[in-house]
T-cell receptor, first 114, second 113 residues
Framework: DGGITQSPKYLFRKEGQNVTLSCEQNLNHDAMYWYRQDPGQGLRLIYYSQIVNDFQKGDIAEGYSVSREKKESFPLTVTSAQKNPTAFYLC?????????????FGPGTRLTVL | QQQVKQSPQSLIVQKGGISIINCAYENTAFDYFPWYQQFPGKGPALLIAIRPDVSEKKEGRFTISFNKSAKQFSLHIMDSQPGDSATYFCAASMTGGGNKLTFGTGTQLKVEL
């Protein structure tokens, strides 16, 4: 059963803590993406990776970090430097480099800062 | 910088009616325009997409109309059903640079009986 899994579904963080969100895909996709979704603001790109061991900043990378050590995994760390981390985080993946290749999304992780 | 502007923010349509959502973009380098559908608590899913070399694409009850000169595109949902109630996002991307998607702010559609 192919797809993208994100864990946990809900995550609570105390101020000052770093937390890591997991994203795994078994679609054999080369590219992976992290988006943040806030009410009324659509989806905004945090980081993306087109190949293992390489990644680039998106539009709102400050306060976040990623790694891409394996093709199927692209974890996102929300650091204490992120001032307003409460949001819905979505991971996506896409096959190859063709622009018309569909970008598939995972089910998301809802992060709440206590 | 909002490169894709979407309207309306919310929309209420009667069952069987036509739902219309509009988007406008600024960057003429965009060459792929998908629409995503998202249900509460779920990730978005691709609904339909269009390339700029065609003016219209239809898939079942869903149609994209594209106006390259006006830099606008719209989603039409014919015979709207309560099951279509969801949030819809338009997006755009350009060749190269990771083929990143730039999203509109979303339209919350409610189809009433």
């Amino acid at each position: 059963d192919g797809g993208i899994t994100q864990s946990p579904k809900y995550l609570f963080r105390k101020e000052g803590q770093n937390v890591t969100l997991s994203c795994e895909q078994n679609l054999n996709h080369d590219a992976m993406y992290w988006y943040r979704q806030d009410p009324g603001q659509g989806l905004r790109l945090i980081y993306y990776s087109q190949i293992v061991n390489d990644f680039q900043k998106g539009d709102i990378a400050e306060g976040y970090s990623v790694s891409r050590e394996k093709k199927e995994s692209f974890p996102l760390t929300v650091t204490s430097a992120q001032k307003n981390p409460t949001a819905f985080y979505l991971c996506a993946s896409r096959a190859g480099t063709g622009i018309y290749n569909e970008q598939f999304f995972g089910p998301g992780t809802r992060l709440t800062v206590l | 910088q909002q490169q894709v502007k979407q309207s309306p923010q919310s929309l209420i349509v009667q069952k069987g009616g036509i739902s219309i959502i509009n988007c406008a973009y600024e960057n003429t380098a965009f060459d792929y325009f998908p629409w995503y559908q998202q249900f509460p608590g779920k990730g978005p899913a691709l609904l339909i997409a269009i390339r700029p070399d065609v003016s219209e694409k239809k898939e079942g009850r869903f149609t994209i109309s594209f106006n390259k000169s006006a830099k606008q595109f719209s989603l039409h949902i014919m015979d709207s059903q309560p099951g279509d109630s969801a949030t819809y996002f338009c997006a755009a991307s350009m060749t190269g640079g990771g083929n990143k998607l730039t999203f509109g702010t979303g339209t919350q559609l409610k189809v009433e009986l």
